[in-house]
T-cell receptor, first 117, second 110 residues
């Protein structure tokens, strides 16, 4: 299957600083990537859909000015958490979809554990 | 409202038995449904996809069924092994997005 990488895997930052997370599709091109966050023992919550060459589409309740998404190339999307606060501490996971026949298969990165102190 | 429900209680079974996990949904019309495995602190790993016009799909020890009338998918692991212990997520593909259930934790005891 296709491989998606994320960097960093873990990050600890101080409240008020910004953190950038990278998501890369390693062996395929992804015009669309997704960003999720997951709290302990809960489901993946879709935050936004990242589209190459255009603005991201955010889910209801997600602040686009706080979670900046840039999909600069067909293999890279970045999520920047601006002015991070302790409540932003979570597990952030990206995914990229690949068209297989007439269906999309979705491949996930390994996730980034963000801790804001 | 739209819901995807998976049994939130852990499923504990003995090695060698068949594990059956359930995914029920309401107010969705998914084109297809996927099952994923997630280990603690890791991203989900794709296992199987089943389309709305398919009743059953198999891959090695895995089997998925999809009943669009009941709005339900069942995920089976036959001859389960302790290494199968993980959380299993179902996801619906609807209007260009994937929506996830909260997952069911499977514990396979040796």
């Amino acid at each position: 299957g296709a491989v998606v990488s994320q960097h960093p895997s873990r990050v600890i930052c101080k409240s008020g600083t910004s953190v950038k997370i990278e998501c890369r599709s390693l062996d395929f091109q992804a015009t669309t990537m997704f960003w999720y966050r997951q709290f302990p023992k809960q489901s993946l919550m879709l935050m936004a859909t990242s589209n190459e060459g255009s603005k991201a589409t955010y889910e209801q309740g997600v602040e686009k000015d706080k979670f900046l998404i840039n999909h600069a190339s067909l293999t890279l999307s970045t999520l920047t958490v601006t002015s991070a606060h302790p409540e932003d501490s979570s597990f952030y996971i990206c995914s990229a979809r690949e068209l297989a026949g007439n269906t999309y298969e979705q491949y996930f990165g390994p996730g980034t554990r963000l801790t804001v102190t | 409202s739209q819901k995807i429900e998976q049994n939130s209680e852990a499923l504990n079974i003995q090695e060698g038995k068949t594990a059956t996990l359930t995914c029920n949904y309401t107010n969705y019309s998914p084109a297809y449904l996927q099952w994923y495995r997630q280990d603690p602190g890791r991203g989900p790993v794709f296992l199987l996809l089943i389309r709305e016009n398919e009743k059953e799909k198999r891959k090695e020890r895995l089997k998925v069924t999809f009943d669009t009338t009941l709005k339900q998918s069942l995920f089976h692991i036959t001859a389960s092994q302790p290494a199968d212990s993980a959380t299993y997520l179902c996801a619906l593909y609807n209007f260009n997005k994937f929506y996830f259930g909260s997952g069911t934790k499977l514990n396979v005891k040796p």
